[in-house]
């Protein structure tokens, strides 16, 4: 139907529908080797029936963990400067990360703003001016 909007299914209408717990669908989710099969099978079963799909964020936030790392450029015209960003962009995705570029870095800094430091809580690691933030894990 046109303008509809489709409602997302949330981890607990899965466990409700499956008849299990929300940690059951979690285990099925993260360890599914540690549910027993018939359950499992009628989870995923639920989990396709219902296009439910996991919130990463979410997930991240309650492992008080991300895959994001944070780089804020100070001159995206210079060349350096982008070139140590394409760097660490194929540097983080081999690694299995994903990178996030502010683009109001460089507004704000160029109005002569305090920039936030670090501006989100998203990303596990923020490296500006070469130096990692304190707060930088995994890597």
Known sequence: MAGRVA????????ARL??????T??????????????????????IEQTGFVRSES???LRAGSS???AM???DMANPFFVSVAKGAERAA????????????ATTLAARGRALPWP????????CGSGRPYRGCHGG
Not at 93 to 104: E, F, I, K, N, S
């Open 7 to 14: 409602q997302t299914v949330s981890i607990k209408e899965v």
């Open 18 to 23: 499956a008849d299990v717990s929300v940690g």
């Open 25 to 46: 669908v979690s285990n099925v989710l993260n360890r599914p080797e540690k549910v027993a099969e018939g359950t499992r099978i009628r989870v995923q079963r639920i």
């Open 58 to 60: 979410a997930r991240q």
């Open 67 to 69: 895959r994001m790392l």
């Open 72 to 74: 804020l450029v100070l």
């Open 93 to 104: 995705r081999d690694a299995g990360l994903g990178v996030m570029l502010p683009q109001y």
């Open 119 to 126: 501006p989100a809580r998203s990303a596990g690691c923020w």
